[in-house]
C-alpha cells in the first residue's frame, strides 16, 4: 500500500467506494460512522476521488456540539490547561521571585530552592534530636513546643480528647474533624525519635 503523502490518496487500494451505485476503487480514507475512541480507531469509509470532494464539501466536525464545546475544540490550548509542577511559575516552590533583585534569573531560582531546602530540612531540639516538617506540623496541632517531651505530649492529648470528643461534650459533634486532626499528629508525634 503506497501513500500519496500530498493528497491523501492511497495507491493500490483495492477496495471499492463506499458511495452507493459507485464503481471506482476507494482510494480516500474518510471518518466513519463510529469515531476513534477508547475502544480502537474507530471506522473509515473509503471514497473515490469524485465522492470524496463531495463528502469534504459537506463535512463538518463541529456537527452536534455546543457553542462552548467548539470554542473549546478550536482554542489553541485545548488539552494543555493544566501546568506540570516544572512549568508552573512557581515551579512547585512557592511564589514567584522579584526578579529586580537578582542580575542573573538563575541566581534567583536557586535562591528560592535553597529557602525552600532549609525550611524543609529537619530542625533539632536543644537535646540535639531532630525535627520532620511532618513532626514540627504536628506540634502546631496540639499546641506544643519543639523542646516538648514525652509526658507533656500525653497530658496535652488526653487534655484535647477530653475537651473535643462528643461524649465529653454532651454528643456536640462539631469538633469531630478537630478531634481527627488531634488524634493523627498524636500518632506521629508517639513515633517521632523527638518524644522516644
Known amino acids: 500500500m503506497k501513500h500519496d503523502r500530498f493528497h491523501g490518496r492511497v495507491r493500490g487500494a ?14 480516500f480514507r474518510a471518518p466513519g460512522v463510529r469515531p476513534p475512541g477508547f475502544d480502537g480507531p474507530g471506522e473509515y469509509r ?5 465522492h470524496i470532494r463531495a463528502f469534504n464539501a459537506g463535512y463538518d466536525f463541529f456537527a452536534g456540539m455546543t457553542a462552548e464545546q467548539i470554542w473549546h475544540a478550536q482554542s489553541p ?10 512549568f508552573r511559575p512557581d515551579a512547585g516552590i512557592d511564589s514567584a521571585p522579584r526578579w ?7 541566581e534567583a531560582i536557586s535562591a528560592r530552592a535553597r529557602r525552600r531546602a532549609a525550611d524543609m530540612a529537619p530542625q533539632g531540639r536543644q537535646d540535639g534530636r531532630p525535627i520532620t516538617p511532618e513532626e ?13 517531651d514525652r509526658r507533656a505530649l500525653r497530658a496535652r492529648y488526653a487534655e484535647m480528647v477530653r475537651r473535643l470528643h462528643p461524649d465529653h461534650n454532651g454528643g456536640d459533634r462539631s469538633h469531630e474533624a478537630q478531634l481527627q486532626r488531634v488524634v493523627e499528629a498524636y500518632q506521629v508525634l508517639r513515633r517521632a525519635a523527638a518524644f522516644a
Do not use: K, N, Q, Y
Open 14 to 27: 483495492t477496495r471499492p467506494c463506499s458511495a452507493p451505485g459507485c464503481d471506482e476503487v476507494g482510494e
Open 46 to 50: 473509503w471514497f473515490c476521488l469524485e
Open 100 to 106: 529586580a533583585d537578582f542580575a542573573d534569573p538563575l
Open 136 to 148: 514540627r506540623r504536628a506540634l502546631e496541632v496540639m499546641s506544643l513546643g519543639i523542646d516538648s
Open 77 to 86: 490550548i485545548a488539552g494543555w490547561e493544566s501546568s506540570t509542577r516544572a
